[in-house]
């Protein structure tokens, strides 16, 4: 009689060694910084002998660094790996995020759509202490910012009416949740070709877009700018300089989806 297998520790079963190490990564993705082996585990669903033996392979490969105090943080290696995310885009968009910046003086930014949230893959930071949500290469609600309304507003009606059926988070009390409003802010966005947000995804900051176009006629980026909330009676007068950077950076957008 041929003896059962051993059973696989909790959080083993059923998984495989490639999505067990995307788990241990996708863990940075909440929460930045240095996490300890504990974290890495718990936030990866992962036993304890099974996360040592695999923090240990991704250190070895540079993956990831462990510091003096045995905490782990993004390697240099795999930062390095993910400069080339999105890279045709953000070369051929910086020459004109510098032009933005130069002329407004405000943190500048460009954002892909990426299933939920906007994607951030290029920021300027000005010299303001503008409260900070977002990083080059951070995400955040489509909802809650003026790139991600403007990449949600430009989507087809299915895509929206989905997106707004899934429910809401609100960072902020500020946030719009309410999915008929939400809707029918989304398609005032599309008639005036820009979007504002105050303090919906951090309090003190505010923030204003306009759709990247590409050649066929899609939005699939956004450029905008962020400032502090005192400043939202006066944002609309960025539109004029945003649509111009728009359209300086609309041929690299086309190259990009071709």
Same mark, same amino acid.
């Given at each position: 009689?041929?003896?059962?297998?051993?059973?696989?520790?909790?959080?083993?079963?059923?998984?495989?060694?490639?999505?067990?190490?995307?788990?241990? #990564?996708?863990?940075?993705?909440?929460?930045?910084?240095? *996490?300890?082996?504990?974290?890495?585990?718990?936030?990866?669903? *992962?036993?304890?002998?099974?996360?040592?033996?695999?923090?240990?392979?991704?250190?070895?490969?540079?993956?990831?660094?462990?510091?003096?105090?045995?905490?782990?943080?993004?390697?240099?290696? #795999?930062?390095?790996?993910?400069?080339?995310?999105?890279?045709?885009?953000?070369?051929?968009?910086?020459?004109?995020?510098?032009?933005?910046?130069?002329?407004?003086?405000?943190?500048?930014?460009?954002?892909?759509?990426?299933?939920?949230?906007?994607?951030?893959?290029?920021?300027?930071?000005?010299?303001?202490?503008?409260?900070?949500?977002?990083?080059?290469?951070?995400?955040?609600?489509?909802?809650?910012?003026?790139?991600?309304?403007?990449?949600?507003?430009?989507?087809?009606?299915?895509?929206?009416?989905?997106?707004?059926?899934?429910? #809401?988070?609100?960072?902020?009390?500020?946030?719009?949740?309410?999915?008929?409003?939400? #809707?029918?802010?989304?398609?005032?966005?599309?008639?005036?070709?820009?979007?504002?947000?105050?303090?919906?995804?951090?309090?003190?900051?505010?923030?204003?877009?306009?759709?990247?176009?590409?050649?066929?006629?899609?939005?699939?980026?956004?450029?905008? *700018?962020?400032?502090?909330?005192?400043?939202?009676?006066?944002?609309?007068?960025?539109?004029?300089?945003?649509?111009?950077?728009?359209?300086?950076?609309?041929?690299?957008?086309?190259?990009?989806?071709?």
């Amino acid at each position: 009689m041929t003896p059962d297998p051993p059973a696989s520790p909790p959080g083993d079963s059923g998984r495989t060694v490639t999505s067990k190490v995307l788990a241990i #990564l996708a863990t940075y993705e909440s929460s930045p910084g240095s *996490l300890s082996l504990t974290q890495l585990a718990d936030g990866a669903g *992962l036993p304890l002998p099974t996360a040592h033996r695999l923090v240990a392979e991704l250190v070895g490969w540079g993956a990831l660094e462990r510091d003096e105090n045995g905490r782990y943080a993004v390697g240099l290696r #795999l930062w390095e790996i993910a400069q080339n995310a999105q890279r045709e885009l953000r070369d051929a968009a910086r020459p004109y995020l510098q032009d933005l910046f130069s002329l407004t003086q405000e943190t500048a930014h460009l954002a892909v759509r990426e299933g939920h949230e906007a994607l951030y893959i290029d920021r300027i930071y000005s010299s303001k202490r503008v409260p900070r949500a977002s990083r080059v290469g951070g995400r955040l609600p489509l909802h809650a910012t003026a790139v991600g309304k403007v990449l949600l507003a430009f989507e087809e009606p299915w895509v929206r009416d989905a997106y707004v059926a899934r429910g #809401l988070e609100a960072p902020t009390r500020h946030t719009h949740v309410n999915p008929t409003r939400l #809707l029918e802010e989304l398609e005032t966005i599309r008639e005036q070709g820009y979007a504002t947000t105050n303090e919906e995804v951090r309090p003190g900051s505010c923030s204003i877009a306009v759709p990247v176009q590409s050649g066929d006629g899609r939005v699939p980026a956004s450029i905008g *700018l962020v400032m502090l909330s005192r400043q939202s009676d006066r944002m609309v007068r960025y539109v004029p300089t945003l649509r111009g950077i728009a359209a300086r950076i609309e041929p690299a957008v086309s190259r990009w989806r071709s």
